[in-house]
């Protein structure tokens, strides 16, 4: 109940409020990067390690022109 539905009530509240301006926002990022997928360039990756966990840090660009930049 505590590790998985609370959290999960928290995000829907979160996303619900004013009128279901963070849901919106989510659905309008993910059509986004759905429309430029094919054009998607990753680039300055960065990789961070410790002894629990790996952090990646990187630039996504979606339809930027490939200038070797």
């Given at each position: 109940m505590e590790q998985h539905y609370l959290p999960?009530?928290?995000a829907y509240l979160a996303r619900?409020?004013?009128k279901g301006k963070g849901g919106?926002?989510?659905l309008n990022w993910r059509r986004e990067v759905e429309a430029?997928?094919?054009n998607?360039?990753?680039a300055d990756v960065k990789v961070e390690s410790d002894a629990n966990r790996h952090v990646?840090?990187?630039q996504v660009y979606l339809?930027?022109?490939k200038n070797g930049s």
């Open positions: 999960a009530a928290q619900a409020q004013d919106i926002e989510v430029h997928w094919r998607l360039r990753v990646f840090t990187m339809d930027e022109p």
